[in-house]
């Protein structure tokens, strides 16, 4: 039993799996962080060149 516990201490296969989630974790992390910073600017953005073509007359003269 005690052998088994000592086996189970010493691996270090435990600590890998540990690393891979924190790493896609800080990595969803990041993506959600980019996603919420470009987003607002790019629905301002849409409005204000949507109001700009909405604005403009089409002639139908060529």
């Not at 039993?1 to 435990?14: D, W």
């Not at 890998?16 to 992390?29: C, H, Q």
């Not at 993506?31 to 073509?53: D, K, N, R, Y």
Request: aromatic content about 10%; cysteine-free; hydrophobic content about 50%.
């Amino acid at each position: 039993m005690l052998n088994t516990i000592a086996k189970f201490v010493k691996s270090e296969e435990g600590a890998i799996t540990v690393d891979w989630v924190v790493l896609t974790a800080g990595i969803a992390f990041l993506g959600l962080a980019v996603i919420f910073l470009i987003g607002s600017t790019t629905t301002e953005q849409s409005t204000s060149i949507g109001t700009f073509i909405g604005d403009r007359e089409v002639s139908s003269i060529f």
